[in-house]
């Protein structure tokens, strides 16, 4: 291919003032000179030529092809129904037509689901990176097989970036069907014991403008209610125990809808306490009371009430009542008025000494029934006459004392239901024998009635008791000496590892339940673990948001753990069940935007296709899987490269230069001779003209 480049001597603006000022001269000359000067003009355009060095250019060119990228949506919400169909018949044809086209280069690329992301389909994203190396001026256009709903389409043509026209051809039916839910404010945390209100709206297509709603809460139905469609509603939601409360909300099916998936919302609310309260109950005072209090102290989130019994009733000194400083002990208030407040009882070293009377004990006892807690850190009175398992206490107490006191140095040891239990499970020092902590020197003697008896001592006798009394728990330390850990006795002990985990344990703290079923999901993994004082749990039943179950053995772990891991493929709830427990796992996102939005829709791409000369059209016919692809042709001039029938692939005849002849026109020999020739002519018409002029005959 041949061109003319310049390549001028002097700076352009020199040129270009050079050139001007010789135009001006020429013209000057012409007029005031007539023809005789225009060989002078003719001599100054010679001049000029030459400080511009032309040379002509031929260029050694390789055609190369245009490219074009076809972006196929292979998402999730292009699979339902007979999409899936519809895209492979529109890539097929798409195809064939482009291998007919000799100067366009097809890239084909399928987008498929962003495991775990979340972010729906990711079209553009897939667009740009097909078409990263190649010049802008090569690309030819881009066609999309999609259902329309892609997540990442930039605000306008210009974001796009694209200099060539985008084509979108939208798969699905005009008339289709489905109801969906969208949340409009969900929790993540609420206080256990008060609602949390979800706010949503049923969006639907197709449907009466009615629909039912289910409300289940860690698989178990709490409330259904009805709804119209297109209203936002707010659904209150009791959040009843700590830490993790699935919440599953779920609209009522259509006929003939396009999925079931985005019928149902689910929302992780973290249940967490607002405040803890304790009251712990002294009975008279002795070293190992600051313990529990500095423990419980030192809880932020423990509100501590404590009562010392400093002046039993048979105490009587004849000290005027006027004249004591001490406080009454409120009994009515703490054990009838404010009992359900509390989340945690605790009597230490407390005898039954007629300060409470019988009835305030079948209070606690109903109250620990119902879902309290009660904690017993026994001293040598348990062993008496005033024991506090002679009250009605005692039916809920998991050990009876005989009668014994143990005076002796020992070290507490954890059992073997006690190697299993999370409350002792791997309590620092016991991983060795004997036990790498300190001794205790007393614990009364006792007949364990209930429960595990997760610490013994000498002779295996019973020494911290774990029960379960219908809603409620029970703890029953059978020895003061705690204390003796705290103040670092023959080297301490891990004193706020036990207290604190038994504290908690009474309260329902999760992480300590030892008897529960945990899942979470990691990438496509659903891990499952077992908490158990069994040694051979029940397989888990794992059933998948498609309804189908699966059972599942556990693998042994550490000591009273069992777990599995189940690999999985398929986005959404899982629910994990084994021995009446039930746990719940959201693989990918709980509520994935690929299925939020499922109904085609030609028109959510339309403005941003047209802006770049392209159209968006609806390709998949009203029955069967079908589909009419317009005819792509190629354009290599105009703005609209599209029509009724008809897409259009700008061409822009592109290649690669693999050399250059440079041949200079005005420079070296040649330019010199056409400049001599040049003034030399101009010299020889001057002098022509004088000679040729008549002589002057006036005298």
């Keep these: 291919m041949w061109s003319l480049s310049f390549a001028p001597l002097v700076p352009l603006p020199l040129l270009i003032g050079l050139s001007l000022l010789a135009a001006l001269a020429a013209g000057a000359a012409i007029v005031l000179a007539g023809r005789s000067a225009i060989l002078r003009a003719f001599a100054l355009v010679v001049l000029m030529l030459t400080l511009a060095d032309p040379s002509l250019v031929f260029e050694d060119r390789e055609p190369v092809k245009d490219v074009v990228s076809v972006v196929v949506d292979r998402s999730g919400s292009n699979r339902l129904a007979d999409r899936a169909a519809q895209t492979q018949a529109a890539q097929a044809e798409v195809e064939r037509q482009l291998r007919g086209l000799n100067n366009v280069e097809p890239r084909i690329v399928e987008v498929r689901d962003a495991q775990g992301s979340g972010d729906g389909t990711r079209l553009f994203e897939a667009l740009a990176a097909s078409l990263a190396d190649v010049p802008s001026e090569r690309v030819a256009g881009a066609i999309m097989i999609t259902d329309g709903l892609a997540h990442d389409a930039p605000a306008n043509a210009e974001a796009l970036g694209l200099r060539a026209p985008l084509h979108v051809l939208t798969t699905g039916r005009n008339a289709e069907i489905d109801r969906r839910i969208v949340l409009v404010d969900s929790p993540r945390f609420g206080i256990v014991g008060k609602d949390q209100n979800v706010r949503l709206r049923v969006v639907e297509r197709g449907g009466p403008g009615r629909a039912g709603l289910t409300i289940r809460r860690d698989g178990e139905i709490i409330a259904r209610r009805e709804v119209t469609a297109g209203e936002i509603v707010q659904v209150p939601i009791r959040i009843d125990r700590g830490g993790p409360n699935v919440v599953e909300i779920e609209a009522d099916p259509l006929a003939n809808e396009l999925t079931l998936a985005n019928n149902r919302a689910v929302i992780t609310i973290e249940g967490v306490r607002d405040k803890l309260r304790v009251l712990l109950v002294s009975g008279e005072p002795h070293p190992g009371e600051r313990t529990w209090r500095n423990l419980l102290k030192a809880d932020a989130n423990i509100d501590l009430v404590h009562f010392t019994i400093l002046r039993p009733p048979e105490k009587q000194d004849g000290t005027p009542i006027n004249e004591l400083s001490l406080i009454a002990f409120p009994t009515r208030e703490l054990f009838q008025v404010k009992i359900k407040e509390f989340d945690l009882i605790i009597f230490d070293r407390y005898a039954n000494q007629s300060i409470l009377p019988l009835i305030y004990f079948d209070n606690i006892v109903r109250y620990v029934r119902e879902g309290g807690a009660l904690l017993i850190a026994a001293g040598p009175e348990y062993a008496g006459s005033q024991s506090l398992s002679r009250t009605p206490l005692g039916q809920i107490l998991p050990a009876v004392p005989d009668g014994s006191v143990i005076d002796e140095a020992y070290r507490a040891r954890v059992s073997e239901p006690g190697?299993?239990?999370?409350?002792?499970?791997?309590?620092?020092?016991?991983e060795v024998e004997p036990p790498r902590w300190g001794e205790w020197l007393r614990m009364v003697g006792a007949r364990a009635r209930t429960g595990s008896a997760v610490m013994t001592g000498p002779g295996e006798r019973p020494l911290l008791m774990l029960a379960r009394e219908q809603k409620?728990?029970?703890?029953?330390?059978?020895?003061?000496?705690a204390w003796l850990w705290a103040r670092g006795f023959r080297d301490g002990g891990?004193?706020?590892?036990?207290?604190?985990r038994l504290s908690h344990w009474l309260m329902k703290e999760p992480e300590l339940e030892e008897e529960a079923l945990r899942a979470s999901a990691r990438g496509g993994v659903i891990e499952v673990e077992r908490q158990t004082l069994g040694d051979t749990p029940s397989p888990v039943t794992i059933t998948g948001p498609d309804g189908q179950s699966r059972s599942v053995p556990l693998e042994a772990g550490r000591?009273?753990?069992?777990?599995?891991?189940?690999?999985?493929s398929e986005f959404g709830l899982h629910r994990v069940a084994a021995d009446n427990l039930t746990a719940f796992a959201s693989v990918g996102p709980e509520n994935p935007r690929e299925l939020m939005e499922v109904v085609s829709n030609p028109a959510q791409l339309q403005a941003l296709a047209e802006a770049t000369g392209g159209s968006s059209r609806r390709i998949g016919q009203e029955i069967g899987s079908n589909v009419t692809i317009p005819r792509i042709v190629p354009v290599r001039s105009g703005s609209q490269f599209a029509g009724s029938d008809w897409i259009g692939l700008r061409i822009s005849d592109s290649g690669?230069?693999?050399?250059?002849?440079?041949?200079?026109?005005f420079i070296g020999l040649i330019g010199l001779a056409l400049l001599f020739g040049a003034l030399v002519a101009g010299w020889l018409g001057e002098s022509g003209r004088r000679f040729n002029r008549r002589p002057d005959t006036t005298a």
């Design 656 to 665: 690669i230069v693999r050399g250059v002849q440079v041949s200079p026109l």
């Design 472 to 481: 409620g728990r029970v703890a029953l330390f059978l020895s003061d000496h």
């Design 559 to 568: 000591p009273g753990l069992f777990t599995a891991r189940i690999p999985t």
């Design 419 to 430: 190697k299993r239990h999370p409350v002792t499970r791997e309590l620092p020092g016991s």
């Design 494 to 500: 891990p004193y706020l590892d036990l207290l604190r």
